[in-house]
Nanobody, 115 residues
Framework: VQLQESGGGLVQAGGSLRLSCIASGPILSSINAMGWYRQAPGKEREMVALSIRGGTTNYADSVKGRFTISRDHARKVSLRMDSLKVEDTAVYYC??????????WGQGTQVTVSS
């Protein structure tokens, strides 16, 4: 399974960015969830938003009301990020969770929010 991310970059505080992730590989019919995690310098990787099989979505409290995850189709997940804050600066990773419990990760895309 390969995950290809796009859409990171530099934006001023209050601005918006959209991240996208496309999955390829043989297990696409057995996806439990797709979503986004992030890791800021010196911090642990944390869940940002998940799109779970059946349509449920989960968000970190810090991004609720500002970020929106969408499952564009079975192989693609996007993250719309509005009202970005400096503290949203991190490397954002696409994640695919298989029904077996295995996790797959993208290479990461940098999001930098300037004040």
């Amino acid at each position: 399974v390969q995950l290809q991310e796009s859409g990171g970059g530099l934006v001023q505080a209050g601005g918006s960015l959209r991240l996208s992730c496309i999955a390829s590989g043989p297990i696409l019919s057995s996806i439990n969830a797709m979503g986004w995690y992030r890791q800021a310098p010196g911090k642990e990787r944390e869940m940002v938003a998940l799109s779970i099989r059946g349509g449920t979505t989960n968000y970190a409290d810090s991004v609720k009301g500002r970020f929106t995850i969408s499952r564009d189709h079975a192989r693609k997940v996007s993250l719309r990020m509005d009202s970005l804050k400096v503290e949203d600066t991190a490397v954002y990773y696409c994640n695919l969770n298989h029904i077996s419990g295995s996790d797959y990760w993208g290479q990461g895309t940098q999001v930098t929010v300037s004040s």
